[in-house]
């Protein structure tokens, strides 16, 4: 059976296919969105080349505290990280807790979070980037860096453990 199909449009026309097993397949040509463009999406005999989206030069930074008093809220800092970007942060503490992820530039926190949560007792929260360019530091004279603000939800236990793991990438 041939590959492609008759199709009649006020004159007989015909779509590319490809018949596999008497069964016919439309072939398309991915082309760009532009209005009234037909620029070609290049390909090859392996597929589209795509492009996975691997961080540039990964960093992680760790900080963590042993002594959240309850109903207390601890600073879990970044070490200066001019020009970075923000791809994940993951918090963990012994107690209930919630989490305010800021930003610090030029030693000056951020006045709205970039992101919040929090958890139940031994409890994890993981708050990912929506975009690659969300958050990230400048590159100024004082301090630039990535905060978590964890209070601890317990009004009676002292002494507990909070941890931050935050993910960058220049």
């Known amino acids: 059976m041939a590959n492609n199909l008759g199709v009649t449009v006020g004159v007989d026309a015909t779509i590319a296919t490809d018949d596999v097993s008497t069964v016919h397949y439309q072939r398309v040509k991915l082309v760009d969105g532009t209005e009234d463009s037909s620029t070609v999406i290049p390909g ?3 597929g589209l ?3 996975a989206d691997v961080p540039t030069n990964p960093v992680r930074d760790y900080a963590s505290t042993t002594n959240l008093d309850a ?13 970075k970007k923000l791809r994940a942060v993951e918090v963990f503490c012994s107690v209930p807790f919630k989490a305010a992820l800021h930003t ?3 030693s000056v926190e ?3 979070p ?3 949560g929090g958890s139940l007792s031994d409890g994890y929260w993981r708050w990912d980037t929506p975009s690659r360019d969300y958050v990230f530091t400048g590159t ?4 630039d860096a990535f905060r978590v603000k964890v209070t601890s939800l317990d009004a009676n236990t002292d002494d507990a453990n909070a941890y931050a793991v935050f993910y960058m990438e220049d």
């Open 140 to 143: 100024t004279a004082g301090t």
């Open 71 to 83: 109903a207390a809220t601890v600073n879990l800092d970044t070490g200066e990280r001019a020009s």
């Open 49 to 51: 080349r795509v492009e």
């Open 44 to 46: 090859s005999s392996e």
């Open 110 to 112: 951020s006045t709205d």
């Open 104 to 106: 610090v530039d030029n």
């Open 114 to 116: 970039a992101g919040i």
